[in-house]
């Protein structure tokens, strides 16, 4: 099985608005260094808190720069959502994606079907699930997506044997597992991660594909073990924020920052998370092909 990496990448802010330029660049240079696809405008991404037009420009700037690109439409306006989709049609590129209608809880699945049979009906690229229950309050799980024909799910989950579940009930969906915790057994028994340290580690990404291919899961692990320390530390500063500074201080360039209501760490924060990442990029850098 041909497993891919897939960045769910971020957005750089500057001046309260999608760098597009900065976008362009880190995009570039990931998938460069050993990511497949990058996925846009997910949770990474800070999708939620896009504007539509800000979502076009980000697909409209992407999309000339790779056609490797799921672009993640969902939200809790049906209008923007198949404006997205009809977007997307005008492009090259692999798929879109949908996490759940959020917020609204106790919606009938007959209504979240709808949602995604509307999708599905309008889209011209293949269609993939992007479930995050912790996320977004629903659980799509494999009797859900059983009955839609879609082309494939992003399992946001660290629940290893639900992700599985989609494999074992519909052999031919593409599974991939959005958890960076998980990211090394994703390489090996599904079709690949979906993990947001694809940002700023794409080089150990490469070779943990390689590792992965030939079975050499001592350093898979290793390798996994060194992303769960980094997530981990991320984690204490608030991992949306802190990754903008992790990703800067590993990739080398400066990918700006988040926006409020995800704010950017202060500088203290900023300083004692960079002293304690020395290390770990030095450790990153060793097992990196
Ligand atoms: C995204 C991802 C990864 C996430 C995960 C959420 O869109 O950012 O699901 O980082 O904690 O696919």
Redesign the pocket.
């Known amino acids: 099985m041909v497993c891919e990496v897939i960045a769910?990448v971020l957005t750089p802010f500057a001046h309260g608005a999608p760098d597009l330029e900065v976008m362009r660049g880190h995009v570039t240079a990931i998938l460069e260094q050993g990511a497949d696809a990058v996925?846009v405008c997910?949770?990474?991404?800070l999708?939620p808190s896009l504007s539509f037009q800000e979502r076009v420009a980000i697909l409209r700037s992407i999309s000339d720069v790779t056609n490797r690109i799921i672009v993640?439409i969902g939200g809790l306006n049906m209008d923007e959502v198949i404006g997205l989709v009809k977007e997307c049609n005008e492009r090259d590129i692999m798929g879109v994606a949908s996490f759940a209608p959020y917020y609204y809880q106790r919606l009938p699945e007959s209504h979240l079907l709808k949602y995604f049979q509307n999708i599905l009906e309008l889209s011209e690229h293949p269609v993939y699930i992007?479930n995050?229950p912790?996320?977004t309050g629903k659980d799509l799980d494999p009797n859900f997506v059983s009955k839609l024909s879609v082309a494939g799910i992003?399992d946001?989950s660290e629940n290893l044997v639900h992700s599985l579940e989609y494999r074992r009930k519909m052999p031919s969906l593409k599974v991939y597992n959005?958890?960076?915790f998980l990211a090394a057994v994703s390489l090996l028994v599904l079709d690949g991660t979906?993990?947001?340290a694809a940002n700023f580690v794409p080089k150990l990404f490469f070779t943990m594909k390689r590792s992965a291919s030939k079975g050499q899961t001592d350093s898979l692990l290793r390798a996994q073990f060194l992303i769960d320390e980094i997530v981990e530390l991320g984690r204490k500063y608030g991992?949306l924020s802190s990754i903008y500074d992790i990703t800067s201080y590993f990739m080398g360039y400066d990918v700006r920052g988040p926006r409020p209501p995800i704010f950017p760490l202060g500088r203290d924060e900023r300083e004692q998370l960079l002293r304690q990442l020395v290390t770990l990029k030095e450790q990153s850098e060793e097992m990196s092909e």
């Open positions: 769910p996925f997910g949770t990474t991404g999708g993640q992007y995050y912790a996320g992003k946001t959005g958890s960076d979906v993990a947001s991992y």
